[in-house]
Every structure is written in structure tokens, then in C-alpha cells.
């Protein structure tokens, strides 16, 4: 057994026996945890836990397959056309190294559960891709010390230790969507957001007053929402928009479902998009260009950004560290039929 003492960052990682000695439990019970078995007391597991966080553990002899042939793709939701984007760019490089794509649904949760936890390290996946969701410290700690990487897409929140992540430039897409719209002559320009814990919701807002500061033009707080991504959402924000004395001649929704929760409250108040009503959108998403007016809206490369995401996590099971941990994406301005001068 090593004589390193415990907590050095030195220490060498340990065998499953010394982990076993060290925390006072059986071998057995070590592989239990090791392999995300359930049946273990959780203070007996928090205590194993901590001693592989602290040191790693050391495989007495590698599996001669190594890690499973499998890429885990974690959604905190899925939102269908922008889940099947994600999915492709995942799927398009599995398909290239010959791994197959376990697909798993938080539930609108923003972290796993312990649950879902287990489930990957009995898996043992090459790699893992969370979209729009965050690990906690904790969780983070679990994947790293089994040898598990992971890459996040489009994080929800703060990514704990600096996790590698892939994105699109949401501030540079928030200001092309509002100087697109100052632009074409409109002066008072709405916003919706994206919930305030969410990064690229907050890139584009501040990319949006950036836009309104240049213009020379006061942000006004009665016109800046904020949202939650979703198309009653849009909608209900819209509807409050549209009820202002003086109401916006422009939306910009910081993604396609709430633009399309805009189009709704357009229509239910009389008002003609674009002609009585500008709107624009994030996204890009295929049926954005099927609306009525097709939507204007900035386009974010899902599939590109899945698909860095899915090499990044491969080249990081492969030992090999990216040369930057944060990767963005470049967003495009995509100007339809839902935006035209006020009035026009």
C-alpha cells in the first residue's frame, strides 16, 4: 500500500483493497460503488466517494475493451426540433468511430438526479455530452475520478471547474437581432429572455442592450422580459407587451418557440407581423422558415455545435486536451418576411 498520506495531492491512485482498508469497508462494496451500484448505504458511499475524488482509483487490470463503445447525450428537455438538431451532430461523429448514442431526458431538471448518475457509471460510456443542463461539483468529481469525460453544450448555468463546453456567439446574435431591427427604423424594440440562470439567454440580452447603447437609445425596462424558452411563455410576455400604453413596434425573442408565442399574441390582438409588428427569433430552427411570415431570426449551428462537442469529448478519452476549454460557435443574422420598417 502506498504510504502517501491521505489528501496529497501526490498520492498515487489507489487500489480497490486500499480503498477498502483506508474507508473501512469490503472490496466488494468499493466495486459496488465504483460500478454506480444503488444498494450502498449513502453515507458509506460518500466516504468511498471520497477517497477516489481524492486520489483516483488505480484498475488492477484493464478491461480488455476499455470504456463501453457509447456516447451518453443528456438532456435537462427535450424540445424536439432542437433536440433532433443536437442529436445529428452527436450522432454524425458516434457513427464515424463506430459508438452507439444512449439518449436520456432530465425532465426539465437543470442537474441529474443520483440516479441518473449511477446509471453512467454502470455503463461506463466513452463520453458525456449534457445539453443545456450542468453537474454538479459532486457529480463532476464522480465522472472525472471513473476516467468518464464530458463536454456541455449550451450550458444552463456556471459550469463547475471550468468544463469544457461548447456554444454559439450569443452576445454577437442578441446585437446583429437588435441592430437588424434599430436598423429598419424602430426605436422602441421589446426583448424576451430565456430564464435568468441560463448563459447564452444572458449573452443576448447583453448583446441587445449593447445594440440600444450604441444607437443612443435608453433601454426601457417595461420592454425587457424575461422568458423561460417556451412558447406560452412568448406568448404570455407578448400579450403584456402588446397591452403597454406604448407598446413595441418590434420582439426580439431569444429563441424561435417564444417568437412563435409572439406571432400568436400578434394575432390574437388584430396586429399584422410585419407590418404592425416586427419580430425576430433565435435559433434557426427548421419550421422557422415554414411560419406565417417566414421568421427572421439569428442562426446558431446546433448540429455544428453537437458535433464539436461529441469530438472534444472523444479527443478528452483519448487523452489528448483541447486547446481551449471553451469553444463558440459563430451565430448568422437570417432576415425573412417578419421584420419591415414600423409602419410600413
Not at 15 to 44: L, M
Not at 72 to 80: C, G, H, I, M, P
Not at 91 to 97: G, I, L, S
Not at 254 to 260: F, G, R
Amino acid at each position: 500500500m502506498s504510504s502517501t498520506a491521505a489528501g496529497d495531492p501526490r498520492a498515487e491512485p489507489l487500489t480497490s483493497a486500499e480503498i477498502a482498508e483506508r474507508a473501512g469497508v469490503s472490496v466488494s462494496t468499493v466495486s459496488k460503488v465504483i460500478n454506480g451500484r444503488s444498494d450502498v448505504a449513502p453515507d458509506t458511499r460518500a466516504r468511498v466517494e471520497e477517497f477516489i475524488r481524492r486520489h483516483g482509483h488505480l484498475r488492477q487490470k484493464r478491461r480488455a475493451g476499455g470504456p463501453a463503445p457509447l456516447l451518453e447525450l443528456v438532456f435537462r428537455q427535450t424540445r424536439d426540433a432542437y433536440a433532433i438538431e443536437v442529436i445529428n451532430g452527436v450522432q454524425r461523429v458516434a457513427r464515424e468511430h463506430r459508438l452507439a448514442v444512449v439518449l436520456s431526458e432530465l425532465q426539465g431538471r437543470h442537474t441529474p438526479d443520483q440516479g441518473w448518475v449511477e446509471q453512467v457509471l454502470a455503463r461506463r460510456p466513452t463520453g458525456v455530452i449534457s445539453v443545456f443542463a450542468v453537474l454538479t461539483d459532486a457529480q463532476s468529481g464522480q465522472l472525472r475520478s471513473r476516467g468518464i469525460p464530458f463536454v456541455l453544450v449550451d450550458p444552463g448555468g456556471e459550469p463547475a471547474h471550468a468544463a469544457p463546453s461548447v456554444g454559439a456567439t450569443n452576445w454577437g446574435g442578441g446585437l446583429s437581432a437588435t441592430r437588424h431591427l434599430l436598423g429598419i427604423g424602430h426605436r422602441r424594440v421589446a426583448v424576451i429572455t430565456g430564464p435568468d440562470r441560463s448563459m447564452a439567454s444572458r449573452a443576448r440580452l447583453d448583446g441587445y442592450r449593447t445594440a440600444l447603447d450604441t444607437a443612443g437609445i435608453a433601454a426601457d425596462p417595461a420592454l425587457i422580459r424575461t422568458g423561460d424558452f417556451t412558447t406560452e411563455g412568448g406568448l404570455a410576455h407578448a400579450r403584456a407587451l402588446l397591452r403597454l400604453p406604448e407598446p413595441p413596434t418590434a420582439v426580439f425573442a431569444c429563441n424561435d418557440a417564444q417568437a412563435l408565442g409572439v406571432y400568436l399574441a400578434a394575432a390574437e390582438a388584430g396586429l399584422r407581423i410585419p407590418d404592425e409588428l416586427s419580430v425576430v427569433g433565435f435559433d434557426d430552427l427548421p419550421p422557422a422558415q415554414w411560419t406565417v411570415p417566414p421568421l427572421t431570426t439569428v442562426r446558431q449551428p446546433l448540429t455544428e455545435m453537437a458535433a464539436t462537442a461529441a469530438t472534444m469529448v472523444l479527443a478528452l478519452a483519448g487523452g489528448r486536451v483541447p486547446a481551449q476549454p471553451r469553444v463558440e460557435l459563430a451565430t448568422e443574422l437570417v432576415v425573412r418576411a417578419s421584420t419591415a420598417p414600423p409602419g410600413g
